[in-house]
């Protein structure tokens, strides 16, 4: 199966490293929005797409690119991490969700987990989720890849 992630890093390569993850057992290249053309993901099985999260909101730059993505009927999936838990009215994952889904792409599943967060008032005292992700969310991003290798 050959397999894409689309994945904004900017922070602290919290995202990156969950993308690295899920590329060892996925088999998957991992690049960034700039590294590939928006036609590019429609050639592949299966497209992860993810990013930190900044004010309960992914990336602009991934979103952008969702946006300039061509119809497909390509399997897709979101991925994330964040500093704080997504809400249950509003998840950050949603807006990516939606896009996907209405380009076609049939939407597997999302994946989230805590990474070290300075942004504003964290950064006065070091920042939140030190050390994450750890070795248990990586661990999650692998049996996540997993499921959606085997199609589950």
């Not at 930190?52 to 991925?79: E, K, N, T, W």
């Not at 008032?121 to 920042?127: A, D, E, H, T």
Request: charged residues 20%.
């Amino acid at each position: 199966m050959r397999t894409l992630l689309v994945c904004t890093s900017v922070s602290h390569g919290n995202t990156r490293r969950v993308a690295r993850a899920m590329g060892e057992v996925l088999g998957a290249r991992v690049v960034t929005p700039e590294e590939v053309s928006a036609a590019e993901p429609a050639g592949y099985d299966l497209v992860g797409f993810g990013s930190g999260v900044f004010a309960q909101r992914m990336h602009p730059d991934l979103l952008g690119f969702v946006r300039a993505l061509p119809a497909s009927s390509g399997r897709a999936f979101v991925f994330a991490t964040s500093g704080l838990p997504q809400w249950a009215i509003a998840p950050f994952t949603r807006p990516p969700v939606r896009l996907l889904e209405g380009k076609g792409y049939r939407v597997e599943g999302t994946f989230t987990c805590r990474g070290l967060d300075t942004w504003a008032p964290f950064r006065l005292i070091g920042g939140i989720n030190k050390r994450r992700p750890d070795g248990d969310d990586l661990a999650a991003a692998r049996a996540f890849a997993e499921g959606l290798r085997l199609g589950r």
